[in-house]
C-alpha cells in the first residue's frame, strides 16, 4: 500500500469519526499501518506532522468521558475552509494578487490556495500582470527565518568583490525594482546590511537548524524603507546635474529632473534630478547617453565605467 | 533558458500528491459539469496523472472498504465524476504558506491604488482575514508588517500604468509618446494596449502599434506620454497573456545578427531573462552567451548600462558599434 493512499485513507477516517480513534484502532483499519509497537507509533507520528504541514489538524482527545485514553481526530470545522462570498470584482482582484505571487512560472503549488477559496486563476480581466518571484525556494525559506526570527547563512558576492559567507539576524523582506532583498543585521560586520537575492550564490540555511525558539529581536527603531528606500521619495533623495540631448531630457523629467538655465549652444539642456535609486542611476545614465554632471563621485563612476568599456572594445583581448 | 531553480512538481512528493488530491476532489464534486481538460488546467497536470489520481480514489474510502464505503470517481465522457466522499466536501484551510502569499501579493497590489480604485482588493482582503484561524492570522500579519515591497516606479510611471492598464481592461486604443532608447528619440504612435505587466524589474507595455504596423513592446519609464482615445481594439485570440510575460521577449532574439557577450556576475542576470541562444563558463568565469538581434542599437545599449561588466565579444560590427557610442559619451567627460 503507497503512502498516499494510506494518507489518503488516514484523512477520510479522521474527518468521519464521531469520537477520537486510539493509534491500535487506526492501525487496525487503515491499510497500510504493519507496523507494531515503537515503529508503528513513529510512522504515525510522521504521517500526523505530514499532515499538519499541509494545514489538516489532526487532533487530540480523550476517546470516553473518564479520559482514561486518548485519540486521535480531525474536527471538520477546522478542517474546512470557510466560504468568502466575493462580489465578482474581489474575485478577479484576489485572483490578480494569486497571479502576481505565483509569477510568470504559474507555479500550480503557488496558486493551489485559489481553488481552496474556489476561485479561477484566470478570473477578471487578463490586462495586467505583476510578477513577485513568490514561488522562489530562496524566498520560501526566508520568509521561515523572518517570522521565526531565526538566524541565516549564506553565501553573498556583492557588487565587483568575492563571495563570502554572511550569518544575518533577517529583520525584513524588501522588494524593489523587481527584485527580492533580504534586510537585516550582519554578525560579522555588526552593521545593518541588505542582501540582493540574485547575489546570494548558495541556498540560505538556518544557522540553528535544530534550535527551537527565537534567536533575535527586532529593534524597534528598525524601518525596512530605510534602508532600501521606494521610488516614490524623491524628497528624501540626494539631487545630482546631469546634462542631455532633448529626447533623453524628456525621459529624465520623468523621473523628476527640472530643467536649469536654457539649451546649451549644443542642443543639450542642463537638468536637477533626485537620484532615487543610487545602484541603478549610472546604469540609467549611462544607458541613455545622459552625461552625470554632479555628484562628483557619481561622474567618477559613469566615466570610469565607460573608460572600462572602451579598454575593452579597443584592447581586443579576446 | 534557465530561470531560477526548478520547480518542483507535486508529483515529485506524497505529501504534494495528497495536498492536490484534497483540493481536487471537493472542487469537481463542486463543479460536476467540469471536463477532463478543465480539471487538468486548473490542477495543471496531465490526463495520465488525473487518471491516475481517480484510480487511487476510486480504491480508498473509510472502513470497511465494502462497495458502499469506497469513493466513487470515474471519468463518465468527457466528465469528471467523484462521489460519496461527503467528508471530503470541503477543501482544508489555507496552508500557512499559501495564506502568506496570497495576504503578501494582496498587500503589495492594493497599494497600487490605481489598481485597485474601487477597493475590490482591500474588501477581499478583509474577507480573507475574517476567516484565517487567529494563530495564522497574527503570524502573516507580524511577517506583513518585515516585507515591503515597492512595484510603484515614479509618479508620471504611476499615471502613465494607471490610464494604460485601464484601457487594455477597456480594450481602447491610446496615443502614446515614447522615447526609443536605441534610437534616442521621441515619437507619437496609435497602440492597441494588450497586457501591462512586469519583468526584471521594470513595468512594461505589449501591444499593436499602428506605427510600426506589428507587435510592439515598450517600456513605462520611457513613456513620455499617455491620451486614451475610445476607439475600441480586440486583442487577437491568439495572444496569450500567460506564455508572453514568462518569455515577453519571445521571438525578438532569434534570428538575425548574432552576438557574443562575456558576462560577469554582476551582468549574469541577462542570461536569466533574455532567450540566448547558448552559453558557456569561461576560464575566468565569466559566462559567454549569443543571443541574435535584429537592432544592433538595442545591445549597445545593454552593454553600455552593463559596463563594463557584459563585454561585446563579437562580431566586429558591435564591436565597432559599441567604441563608437563609448566614445560619444566619452567626449562629453572630457
Known sequence: MRKVERLVNLVALLLDTHRPLTLDQVAELVPGYEATGESLRRMFERDKEELRGLGVPVERGPIDPWGSEEGYFIDPRAYAMPRLDLAPDERAALALAARAWSGPSQDPSALSGLSKLDLDPGAGPDALRANLDGASPVLATLIDAVTRRKRIVFTYRPPGRSPSERQVNPYALVHRRGTWYVAGHDSKRDALRSFRLSRIESGVRLAKPTGRGPEFEVPEWFDAGEVLPTAGEPDASPIATVRAGRAAARLAELRGAKPDGDEGPDGRVTLRMPIIDRDGFVDWAIGNGVEVVEPEELRAQARGRLEGLLAQVEGGST | ?334
Open chain 2, 1 to 334: 533558458m534557465s530561470r531560477g531553480p526548478a520547480q518542483r512538481s507535486p508529483e515529485a512528493s506524497a505529501a504534494g500528491r495528497l495536498q492536490r488530491l484534497l483540493v481536487l476532489v471537493p472542487w469537481v464534486m463542486a463543479h460536476p459539469e467540469a471536463t477532463v481538460d478543465e480539471v487538468c488546467e486548473r490542477f495543471g497536470m496531465t490526463r495520465e496523472s488525473l487518471a491516475a489520481d481517480l484510480e487511487l480514489l476510486f480504491m480508498s474510502g473509510v472502513p470497511p472498504y465494502g462497495p458502499g464505503d469506497l469513493m466513487e470517481a470515474w471519468i463518465e465522457g468527457e466528465r469528471v465524476h467523484i462521489g460519496l466522499a461527503d467528508y471530503f466536501a470541503s477543501a482544508p484551510r489555507l496552508t500557512w504558506r499559501e495564506a502568506a502569499g496570497l495576504y503578501l501579493a494582496g498587500r503589495a497590489l492594493a497599494g497600487l491604488r490605481e489598481l485597485d480604485e474601487h477597493g475590490a482588493l482591500e474588501r477581499a482582503l478583509a474577507k480573507l482575514e475574517a476567516v484565517l484561524p487567529a494563530d495564522q492570522l497574527d503570524r502573516i500579519q507580524d511577517l506583513a508588517s518585515r516585507v515591503s515591497v515597492d512595484l510603484g516606479g515614479g509618479e508620471s510611471e504611476r499615471n502613465h500604468r494607471a490610464i494604460l492598464s485601464r484601457a487594455a481592461a477597456a480594450s481602447q486604443r491610446v496615443v502614446l509618446e515614447y522615447y526609443s532608447g536605441s534610437r534616442g528619440d521621441l515619437s507619437r504612435r496609435k497602440v492597441d494596449p494588450w497586457l501591462v505587466f512586469t519583468a526584471a524589474g521594470h513595468w512594461y507595455l505589449v501591444g499593436y502599434c499602428h506605427r510600426a504596423g506589428g507587435e510592439r513592446l515598450f517600456r513605462l519609464d520611457r513613456v513620455v506620454e499617455v491620451e486614451p482615445t475610445d476607439e475600441p481594439f480586440e486583442r487577437p485570440a491568439e495572444f496569450d497573456p500567460v506564455a508572453y510575460s514568462k518569455s515577453p521577449w519571445g521571438g525578438a532574439f532569434d534570428e538575425g545578427l548574432e552576438c557574443e557577450l562575456d558576462l560577469g556576475p554582476q551582468a549574469a542576470w541577462v542570461a536569466d531573462w533574455l532567450p540566448i541562444l547558448s552559453s558557456r563558463r569561461r576560464p575566468d568565469g565569466r559566462l559567454r552567451v549569443k543571443l541574435a538581434t535584429h537592432e544592433l542599437a538595442w545591445v549597445v545599449r545593454l552593454v553600455l548600462r552593463l559596463a563594463p561588466d557584459a563585454e561585446p565579444v563579437g562580431p566586429p560590427e558591435l564591436r565597432h558599434a559599441v567604441a563608437e557610442a563609448v566614445r560619444r559619451e566619452l567626449a562629453v567627460y572630457a
